[in-house]
Structures are given as C-alpha cells and as structure tokens.
C-alpha cells in the first residue's frame, strides 16, 4: 500500500524521477571504501527498497503469528495477509488463480519441486529431458539427480557464440522420448532473452511439458504466464526487491492437482492417522510446515512497488542502462562483452586480455564498484564460450548512467594496474 502511495503520483506521468526511485533503497546511500557504492551484481540478487524493509518490520512489530492454524485475531491477520499477497502474485504474472501460486524458497526450489513432484510421477526410463545451454546450475542439477534416479537422459539445446539459442537445433530434438522442456527466460550469466514463447509453443505443439525458469526474468520485464504458454513458471523474490528466502512456483491448478506432494508435514495434509494421510488442496499441498511468512509479506511490498512504478518502464530504464554501461566497456581498449544476442536484458559479461575477472572484480570494488566475477553458477555456458570465468556487471532500474562511467573509470584502473 505505502509503495502504491509514494509512487502513485509519478505512474500517472510519462516520467519517472529515477534519482527520487532510488533514493528509497538505504543500501545504496553507502559508501564503500571510501567511495560511493555502486553495485552492478543485481543478477545475483537486488537491493531493498525501504517499502519492503518496513513491511517486514511492521509485519514482526504489529501481525506476528503462525498461519492457518489460529482461530484467534492475530492468526486470521497474518492469514490475510500472507493470502492476500497469493492475489497480487496471481495478478502480477497473469496467473488464472491465486491458488496456481505456490510458494517456495525460491527459483533453486521451485525447480526440485517440480523435479520431485512432476518428474518423479511422469519421467522414466527411456525418457529426455531438454535443457538449454544457458541454464543456470539451479536448472541442470535437479534434472541430473532425477535422470539418475529414473535413467532418462538430458539433451541440450545449443546456442550460438553470441548466447542466442538455436531454434532449429531444439525443434530437431524434440521427440517422442522428449518429456520435459526446461529452459531459462533470461540468461543470468550473459542476459539473452530466450524466445521463450516461440519454444514453450513448438513443444506444446509436440505434447511436451514446459518449464520456464523465470529468475532472471520477473524482475526486468512483465510476465505474463497465459501469454507465454508454459506449464510451470518458476521465480525467486530476493531478485525482484523482497526478502530472501521467498519464491513461486506457478502452473494451472489442473496441473498441481495431478502432482503428489513433495515435502510432508503440518498444513499440506487435510486428515493423518498412522494408517493413512490424505492431503490438502493446492496451494497448501505443497507449503508443508510453517512457510516464510515475513517473506512472503515483504514479497507483497516488492510487488506493489514495482507494479507502481511500472514492469514496462522498469524495462524501457534498464535497456537504456543496459546501453550505457555496454558502452562504457567497450570504449576501454582490451575488454569484451560476452553474450552479444539481439535481444539482452541487464546483464553486461565481459572479459579483459590477459587479466582474470577475479582481478578484476577486486580492482574493481577497491573504487566501490560491485561486479560479480566468476561461471556464475553457469558453468556450461562458460565451457561453451571457452572460457573459465567473465565479470559481471548486472543492472537494475535504480543504477544511473553516472554509474556507467564509474564502471568504465573503475576498468580502465584495471588495465592501468596490469599495464595492459
Ligand atoms: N535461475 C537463474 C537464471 C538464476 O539466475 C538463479 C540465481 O541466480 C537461479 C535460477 C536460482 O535462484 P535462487 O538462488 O534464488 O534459488
């Protein structure tokens, strides 16, 4: 409600004061080393705005009590509220139903739950998995555990040096023996946009199940999951402005209702005895225990923020961010962007000659600039490109392009360190 408030008055212009925008995330105010911050690792996770830190706050101080289980005053408040934000999930992907929403720890979660409950249930021996060459290691392991469980096989769909998939490649793939289709939205190590609903369509088309990993995507674009046309959607809070710790897991209800339950445990169950259980229904089905509240409570804040402002404009910002700070790379002699597809959504990886992204990276944040350095928790994609490690820098809406320059004065420090 507070974030509607603050930024009601600018939804309804054509400009956003972004200056104003990120003047409401403290973490930012800092300085680091004597500089200011300014953090380019968003792809791994975003800063808060001070919306969601207060409703959290205000969740402990005010609304404090378990869920569902209460028949008192304190119970019922933090039921609404934690069903309510179920309703402004739903409304921000375009879910059908709240009740499609699950929540989870987040995406890594969201994925071993459809892996455990989906996988188990509907893939054996025999059977393929395409995954694509960008997933993160949250979109591969999970599969690998099952393949190895049910001897079904992975196949990947390839992608191109510039990080775009091969459309081509995927539709010859797909098979009698393919059974699942999960891929990334947006790529978080070199911020391709996938085309995702032309993929989730050709397998739809072939009776196969799709899963979109949504991680990198739900922050930076709207999403709506009816138009995209997968059968599960999964997404992680922590990178969208909320607390860490709290996720969704989408897909129709009629699709949860032929899942069995993954964890057991209080809530998920409508009746136990020693002989039988019987189970809820969906959502609860698959929230056994006592699920991440505050999270969830800061997670409604986050929404409501960001759908003040506008997904469309968060957007628009960001790829002229994206812009800015590609440019500023460029211009310092020895570097290369890595991930050079079409269509990009905020992440900017680059590598320098002869200089490894670790040194970078510690260059770098000697002047205050945070850049992630490494695979990025996307080791085939590195193999794929030939290269052990990139450095990152990943944006969000409330980045200046003041910072881009910081980010190129920050790497020509770089280069003046190793005489390059
Ligand atoms: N998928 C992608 C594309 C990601 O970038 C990430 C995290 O970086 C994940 C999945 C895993 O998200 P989480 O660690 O929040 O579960």
């Given at each position: 409600m507070k974030a509607v408030e603050s930024h009601g008055s600018k939804v309804e212009g054509a400009v956003i004061d972004w200056l104003k925008v990120r003047n409401d995330?403290?973490?930012?105010r800092q300085q680091v080393r004597g500089k200011p911050l300014v953090y380019l690792d968003n792809a791994a996770t975003s800063q808060k705005p001070q919306v969601v830190i207060d409703a959290v706050r205000e969740y402990y101080e005010q609304h404090n009590a378990n869920i569902h289980r209460g028949v008192h005053w304190l119970s019922e408040q933090a039921t609404i509220a934690y069903e309510g934000v179920r309703k402004k999930v739903a409304r921000f992907i375009n879910a059908a139903d709240p009740r499609e929403c699950v929540f989870v720890r987040g995406a890594t979660e969201g994925i071993n739950l459809v892996a455990q409950t989906f996988g188990r249930r509907k893939i054996g021996k025999g059977d393929e998995i395409l995954l694509s060459a960008l997933e993160h290691h949250s979109n591969i392991v999970p599969w690998q555990l099952l393949c190895e469980e049910k001897g079904a096989t992975i196949r990947v769909i390839p992608m191109n040096d510039a990080g775009e998939l091969l459309v081509d490649e995927f539709a010859k793939l797909l098979s009698p023996r393919t059974k699942l289709v999960a891929v990334t939205h947006v790529s978080n190590a070199l911020g391709t946009i996938t085309p995702i609903k032309r993929i989730a369509s050709m397998a739809k088309l072939a009776g196969v199940t799709v899963l979109v990993d949504g991680a990198q995507a739900v922050p930076h674009q709207p999403v709506d999951v009816h138009d995209i046309g997968a059968d599960f959607y999964i997404f992680s809070g922590h990178k969208m402005c909320a607390p860490t710790g709290i996720g969704v897991a989408w897909a129709p209800l009629i699709l949860w209702d032929s899942l069995p339950p993954w964890q057991g445990g209080g809530d998920m169950i409508s009746s136990v005895s020693f002989e039988k259980s019987t189970w809820a229904e969906v959502p609860a089905k698959f929230e056994a225990g006592t699920p991440h509240i505050e999270g969830v409570v800061g997670l409604g804040a986050a929404i409501d923020y960001l759908a003040a402002i506008g997904m469309d404009r968060i957007a628009a910002r960001e790829k002229t961010l994206l812009q800015a700070f590609e440019a500023a790379i460029r211009r310092v002699p020895g570097t290369r962007l890595v991930g050079t597809a079409k269509e990009k959504a905020g992440v900017a990886s680059f590598v320098m000659e002869g200089i490894h992204p670790h040194d970078i990276g510690t260059i770098a944040d000697q002047e205050g600039v945070a850049l992630r350095t490494g695979h990025h928790c996307a080791q085939p994609v590195m193999t794929r490109l030939g290269l052990a490690a990139t450095a990152r820098a990943s944006v969000a809406f409330y980045n200046t392009p003041e910072e881009a320059l910081a980010l190129e004065s920050a790497i020509r420090r770089v280069s003046e360190v190793f005489g390059a």
């Open positions: 995330f403290p973490a930012l």
